[in-house]
C-alpha cells in the first residue's frame, strides 16, 4: 500500500538554525512528491513538487529513490516558517493524494 | 481569481442524518477533489471528479457520495452519519499540473 511517514509531530527550531523535516514514503512505482503547508489561519498550499527542482521560500527537497526519502530543507529558519507542513505522494501521476500525518513547525525567535 | 468556495464553514449534525457539502473551484479548474481531516487519521482521499464523472475514489464506504455539475461545481454528501464522521472535510481544485490542489477553507462537520 502507498503510505508517507512524517515521524515527527513536532520540530521546534531557533531562527537561524537549519531546519529538516522528514518524509519516507512507500510506493511502488514511479513517484511524485510533494511538500504542501497551512500557515496560522491560511489555507493548504502547494509549497513544492520534486519535479521542479526548485526552491521555494528558501526551503529544498530531494527525492531520494534509493531511500524512498523526500526530506524538507531550509538552512536558516525564519519566524514566519513556522507552520503546519506536509509531505504527499501522487498515486499513479494523478490528483489523488496520499499525505503524511503532518509536521508541526515553531521557529523560536 | 477567486479561491476554492466551500459552504457551509460549520455545521452540526445529529446521528442518522444526512449531510451536503458544497465546493465552488476556482474558474477554469475541471478537476475537484474531497478530502476528510481528522486528528486521528490526518487528511485522507474521498474522491476526484473531473468533467462530471468521477475519476478517483478513496477507501470510504457507500455512504460517502460526490457528484459535479456542469460548472465545476461540486457536492459531496454523507448519509447516515456516524459520530466518526465527524471531521474537517477540504475540497480541492486542479488546473491541470497534476498534485498541484488549491484548497479551500473545509467545511467542519460535527456529528453529535
Known amino acids: 500500500a502507498q503510505r508517507v511517514t512524517q515521524p515527527e509531530k513536532l520540530l521546534s527550531v531557533f531562527k537561524g538554525a537549519p531546519v529538516e523535516l522528514k518524509c519516507n514514503y512507500s510506493y511502488s512505482g514511479s513517484p511524485e512528491l510533494f511538500w504542501y503547508v497551512q500557515y496560522s489561519r491560511q489555507r493548504l498550499q502547494l509549497l513544492l513538487r520534486h519535479i521542479s527542482r526548485e526552491s521555494i521560500k528558501g526551503f529544498t527537497a530531494d527525492l531520494n529513490k534509493g531511500e524512498t526519502s523526500f526530506h524538507l530543507k531550509k538552512p536558516f529558519a525564519q519566524e514566519e516558517d513556522s507552520a503546519m507542513y506536509y509531505c504527499a505522494l501522487s498515486y499513479y501521476g494523478n490528483n489523488r493524494l496520499a499525505f503524511g500525518k503532518g509536521n508541526q513547525v515553531v521557529v523560536i525567535p | 481569481k477567486a479561491g476554492v468556495t466551500q459552504t457551509p464553514r460549520y455545521l452540526i449534525k445529529t446521528r442518522g442524518q444526512q449531510v451536503t457539502l458544497s465546493c465552488s473551484p476556482i474558474?477554469?479548474?475541471?478537476?475537484v477533489s474531497w478530502y476528510q481531516q481528522t486528528p486521528g487519521q490526518g487528511l485522507q482521499f474521498l474522491f476526484e471528479?473531473?468533467?462530471?464523472?468521477?475519476?478517483n475514489k478513496g477507501n470510504f464506504p457507500g455512504r460517502f457520495s460526490g457528484r459535479q455539475f456542469s460548472n465545476s461545481r461540486s457536492e459531496m454528501n454523507v448519509s447516515t452519519l456516524e459520530l466518526g464522521d465527524s471531521a474537517l472535510y477540504l475540497c480541492?481544485?486542479?488546473?491541470?499540473?497534476?498534485?498541484?490542489?488549491?484548497f479551500g477553507e473545509g467545511s467542519r462537520l460535527t456529528v453529535l
Open positions: 480541492a481544485s486542479n488546473g491541470g499540473d497534476t498534485g498541484e490542489l488549491f
Open positions: 471528479y473531473f468533467s462530471e464523472t468521477q475519476r
Open positions: 474558474s477554469g479548474h475541471r478537476s
